[in-house]
Antibody
Framework: EVQLVESGGGLVQPGRSLKFSCAAS????????MAWVRQAPKKGLEWVAT????????YYRDSVKGRFTISRDNAKSTLYLQMDSLRSEDTATYYC??????????????WGQGVMVTVSS | DIQMTQSPSLLSASVGDRVTLSCKAS??????LNWYQQKLGEAPKLLIY???SLQTGIPSRFSGSGSGTDYTLTISSLQPEDVATYFC?????????FGSGTKLEIK
């Protein structure tokens, strides 16, 4: 059974940093791209970043480029998101998701339970 | 960025009804369109990928169609467990973008 378990969210002041992780199990982690998708309170979904299977390429939305870093440790089957220079608009639940990208297909087929990040003074 | 517009934002229907949710892209996305279901307090779940391919384990009452800029998700016979918010998502170009969602309720 595929499982994605996030940890490490919390309350952080504007301008500060936060890093959280997503532990994967039930599939060969190193075979898949992974992504972070966020959802502000009572809002829609917003793709944040994707890292390909071996970590050699990463993709970010413009609003987090230069502030957020997605990374992975395939030996530990763990995905990370380092968030620096946090802003109030980064307040959201952050979901870890398996990102399938092959042929004509590109989708998030498994999601974690989400970790809440609140940026506030 | 490609804008995804979903309508209606709120839909109320009766059990057994045929329900159609709409998603319109700001430009041609060549069928590169997925649908997700999110129940209250839960993570999203993939329903349909590449416009009309049903994800494993999803009931056959869910189906997708469309082309160009206009796409639909259809539930052939609404069930109580289908109460949720439904999001479309395009992958024609980066950044990947989602619609704002259609909240589906039982009348």
């Amino acid at each position: 059974e595929v499982q994605l378990v996030e940890s490490g969210g919390g309350l952080v002041q504007p301008g500060r940093s936060l890093k959280f992780s997503c532990a994967a199990s039930g599939f060969t982690f190193s075979d898949y791209a992974m992504a972070w998708v966020r959802q502000a309170p009572k809002k829609g979904l917003e793709w944040v970043a994707t890292i390909i299977y071996d970590g050699s390429s990463t993709y970010y939305r413009d609003s987090v480029k230069g502030r957020f870093t997605i990374s992975r440790d395939n030996a530990k089957s763990t995905l990370y998101l380092q968030m620096d220079s946090l802003r109030s608009e980064d307040t959201a639940t952050y979901y870890c998701a398996r990102h399938v990208n092959r042929y004509n297909y590109d989708y998030f087929d498994y999601w974690g339970q989400g970790v809440m990040v609140t940026v506030s003074s | 960025d490609i804008q995804m517009t979903q309508s209606p934002s709120l839909l109320s229907a009766s059990v057994g009804d045929r329900v159609t949710l709409s998603c319109k892209a700001s430009q041609n996305i060549y069928k590169y369109l997925n649908w997700y279901q999110q129940k209250l307090g839960e993570a999203p779940k993939l329903l349909i990928y590449y416009t009309n391919s049903l994800q494993t384990g999803i009931p056959s009452r869910f189906s997708g169609s469309g082309s160009g800029t206009d796409y639909t998700l259809t539930i052939s016979s609404l069930q109580p467990e289908d109460v949720a918010t439904y999001f479309c998502q395009q992958y024609n170009s980066w950044p990947l973008t989602f619609g704002s969602g259609t909240k589906l309720e039982i009348k």
